[in-house]
């Protein structure tokens, strides 16, 4: 080899392409953005799995305080001679609402929904007890995504849930 084309291989860094001295950083380079990105999706989808184990969770509590609410007792017909006392009902639909969005009767003044994101107790909605005697209570929550959702150009995922219970009063 001649001075020159030695000169000129090292200048311009042809030797580069023959050598195996960055070959693990090259391959690192390529490899780690969907390493991290597989990573950050098994992340993603977790959280949405978690939240929706959540919301179940609070909708089946609110379909167990429902289905042991005792109605309240109808007048006998005919009135009897000495009056019979009668039961008014005191748990509501509000109350079943509040204890699945919150998880408890009477949250404290800062606490905070069962699934970060969830709008308000009103979003729940309780279907009256069907003609076999089950109550339905559903609901549907926008689930609030990372930047990697919008950066795939995915659309919002709204998680939809319902939980069926059968009245058994008291």
Same mark, same amino acid.
């Given at each position: 080899? /001649? ?8 200048r ?6 023959? $050598?195996?001295? =960055? ?12 390493? /991290?990105?597989?990573?950050? =999706? ?5 959280? &949405? ?8 969770a =609070?909708?089946? @509590?609110?379909g ?13 017909v ?20 509040? &204890?699945?969005?919150?998880? /408890?009767?009477?949250?404290?003044? @800062? ?9 308000e107790?009103?979003?729940i /909605? *309780?279907?009256?007890? @069907?003609? @076999?005697?089950?109550i339905? *209570?559903?609901?549907?929550?926008i ?6 959702f ?6 919002? *995922?709204? *998680?939809? $849930?319902f ?8």
């Amino acid at each position: 080899m /001649t001075a020159l084309s030695n000169f000129i291989r090292k200048r311009l860094g042809l030797e580069l392409w023959s $050598s195996q001295e =960055g070959a693990v950083l090259a391959e690192a380079l390529l490899a780690v953005p969907f390493v /991290t990105l597989f990573a950050v =999706g098994i992340l993603e989808f977790g959280n &949405i799995f978690w939240e929706r184990m959540q919301i179940d969770a =609070g909708l089946r @509590d609110a379909g167990r305080y429902m289905a042991r609410c005792r109605p309240p007792t109808p007048p006998p017909v005919p009135p009897p001679p000495v009056p019979l006392p009668t039961y008014v009902p005191t748990c509501n639909q509000a109350t079943a609402r509040t &204890i699945a969005f919150y998880g /408890t009767q009477t949250p404290a003044a @800062d606490a905070k929904p069962r699934v970060p994101g969830w709008k308000e107790p009103a979003d729940i /909605t *309780i279907a009256p007890t @069907d003609a @076999d005697g089950n109550i339905t *209570i559903s609901t549907a929550h926008i689930y609030q995504t990372s930047p990697l959702f919008g950066w795939l150009g995915l659309d919002a *995922i709204t *998680i939809h $849930s319902f939980h069926e219970e059968r009245y058994i009063g008291w």
